[in-house]
């Protein structure tokens, strides 16, 4: 936000064609787009920056952007791939300086049409990481879908319903006794709790993951 691109004056409008920005724009998905204003030039007393923003012609806002020096704004829209879709910022009548822009950031909406992770995994993977305070950036939502964006240490295999087979906790910071939700884990085959400070005996619980080879 401490850098923009300004047009070349107040008659020529900043234009960008999404197509071309992104590498890969699918028919008929949703995509959210966020254009991030600052005035960074401290103009003279009673000189005003307005702007406006278009998709396709069409404004997206019902009035113009007044930019004031060094205070952030933000405009979002969405719009839909199977329409060509290009974004104009101009500068709106009054204005007495071209238009900038200080950043943008576009989102690509995926819909999971996924059968969702079983049930007992999803309960005993949020009960080990409310118990231990495991704080891991992917550790959001379902924990093996999509399937590139599985939460960092699992291993799933995705039949109807995706089973959790391999988790790693290595170094994780893990303290106090084995919980119990692990036996929720029916499917597990290798369990990694190294490099922990774990304490207590192995719970008879794991004795039940039938499945498990290595623990």
């Known amino acids: 936000m401490k850098t923009a691109a300004q047009s070349l004056n107040m008659s020529h409008p900043l234009e960008l064609g999404l197509s071309t920005l992104l590498i890969e724009l699918d028919d008929a998905t949703e995509y959210y787009v966020y254009f991030h204003f600052g005035e960074i030039q401290k103009l003279t007393a009673g000189r005003k920056r307005l702007i406006n923003i278009a998709l396709n012609s069409q404004s997206i806002h019902s009035q113009p952007l007044v930019l004031e020096y060094l205070k952030p704004v933000t405009v979002g829209s969405s719009y839909t791939a199977q329409v060509s879709a290009t974004f104009s910022i101009s500068a709106a009548l009054g204005s ?7 950043a ?3 989102y690509k909406l995926i819909t999971q049409i996924d059968s969702p992770t079983d049930p007992r995994d999803v309960g ?5 990481k409310s118990a231990y305070q495991i704080s891991r950036l992917s550790w959001q939502g379902d924990p093996c879908l999509p399937d ?8 799933c295999n995705y039949q109807t319903n995706p089973r959790i ?3 790693n906790l290595s170094s994780s910071k893990l303290r106090g006794k084995i919980n119990s939700s692990f036996s929720c884990l029916t499917e597990l085959e290798y369990l990694d709790l190294s490099n922990n400070e774990l304490e207590g005996s192995l719970p008879e ?7 498990l080879k290595v623990l």
Request: proline share 6%; hydrophobic share 45%.
């Open 96 to 102: 007495e300086a071209p238009p900038i822009l200080n």
């Open 205 to 211: 619980f794991l004795g039940d993951l039938s499945k």
């Open 124 to 128: 005993g993977m949020k009960d080990i």
């Open 148 to 155: 590139q964006f599985a939460w960092e240490g699992l291993t």
């Open 104 to 106: 943008f950031e576009v």
């Open 165 to 167: 087979t391999s988790l």
